[in-house]
């Protein structure tokens, strides 16, 4: 089992970056695929992107494919989310999962591939 812990979010005015961090414990965190999903309210929560178990592999919604960039640090059991050019319609809840992965170079796509959750953190993004 793996504990996830957000943080980063905040307010900011469109155009401005912002980085997300995600901490785990638990587990070996190296064993699990991470993905970073946002829900705006009255939307569906949506896979925005996610990195392999190595961080070799990745994938990037549309909306956010050249402005955001996931990365993670095995060693220190966390992945992030820089965040940047960002516009009000990125405003949502962000949310860190994972998934216990058997193959390395793997990424995973639907929210219900995904075991275990954070709590969220709010970006806010003016216009």
């Known amino acids: 089992q793996v504990h996830l812990v957000e943080s980063g979010g905040g307010l900011v005015q469109a155009g401005g970056s912002l980085r997300l961090s995600c901490a785990a414990s638990g587990r070996a965190f190296s064993s699990y695929v991470m993905g970073w999903f946002r829900q705006a309210p009255g939307k569906e929560r949506e896979l925005v992107a996610t990195?392999?178990?190595?961080?070799?592999?990745?994938y990037y919604a549309d909306s956010v494919k050249g402005r955001f960039t996931i990365s993670r640090d095995n060693a220190k059991n966390t992945v992030y989310l820089q965040m940047n050019s960002l516009k009000p319609e990125d405003t949502a809840v962000y949310y860190c999962?994972?998934?216990?992965?058997?193959?390395?170079?793997?990424?995973?796509?639907?929210?219900?591939?995904?075991?275990?959750w954070g709590q969220g953190t709010q970006v806010t993004v003016s216009s």
């Open positions: 990195i392999s178990r190595s961080g070799g592999t990745t």
């Open positions: 999962a994972a998934h216990n992965a058997l193959l390395t170079g793997t990424v995973y796509y639907r929210r219900q591939d995904y075991d275990y």
